[in-house]
T-cell receptor, first 112, second 115 residues
């Protein structure tokens, strides 16, 4: 059974810092891994999607990596801003079941 | 392009009452999903439709939850009777198909509080 874990559960940093969010998964049989952002009271917005054959994806100040063999992904946020404050969710799409399995999220606060 | 629409946005009911949520996916999206997100957790899939057929409802508590997608477009999720532990955000998502490569697009969710 696929399990997705995110560490840390919460993170508070001063504005301008570079930071890394971690995601681990137990089953390497995945189609892809996705990072989402969730603002309070809002739905999920997809940030980056990494196919199982890829190692990383970049979008602006965000860079996500995938190491399928070790079951790990990281989301790197450069030069953090208060507007980056949100909950970040990692999800893997199982190639066995086709389901999207989510981690519990990391709540990020960037202080001005 | 309009996103996934959900209503109502908020609902407060007492336990043992019934409640229904509505979702209108992105136009042309064949696959529709309902997720339950309990506070502090990631979303958990309740049911997945492909057009108007059920693909996966293995995690749907069928003794109290039901869902339908008539005509393969919009969908309703119903809880009858509600329990305290059903308090959560119910998210609807859609995707063009379910071949593994595409992303899912999420609606804003319906926040349910059961008292």
């Amino acid at each position: 059974k696929q399990e997705v874990t995110q560490i840390p559960a919460a993170l508070s940093v001063p504005e301008g810092e570079n930071l890394v969010l971690n995601c681990s998964f137990t089953d390497s049989a995945i189609y892809n891994l996705q990072w989402f952002r969730q603002d309070p009271g809002k739905g999920l917005t997809s940030l980056l999607l990494i196919q199982s054959s890829q190692r990383e994806q970049t979008s602006g100040r965000l860079n996500a990596s995938l190491d399928k063999s070790s079951g790990r992904s990281t989301l790197y946020i450069a030069a953090s801003q208060p507007g980056d404050s949100a909950t970040y969710l990692c999800a893997v799409k199982s190639s066995n079941t086709g389901k999207l399995i989510f981690g519990q999220g990391t709540t990020l606060q960037v202080k001005p | 392009e309009a996103g996934v629409a959900q209503s109502p946005r908020y609902k407060i009911i007492e336990k043992r009452q019934s409640v229904a949520f509505w979702c209108n996916p992105i136009s042309g999206h064949a696959t529709l999903y309902w997720y339950q997100q309990i506070l502090g957790q990631g979303p958990k899939l309740l049911i997945q439709f492909q057009n108007n057929g059920v693909v996966d409802d293995s995690q749907l508590p069928k003794d109290r939850f039901s869902a339908e997608r008539l005509k393969g477009v919009d969908s309703t999720l119903k809880i009858q009777p509600a329990k305290l532990e059903d308090s959560a955000v119910y998210l609807c998502a859609s995707s063009p198909f379910n071949e593994g490569q595409e992303t899912q697009y999420f609606g804003p969710g319906t926040r349910l509080l059961v008292l």
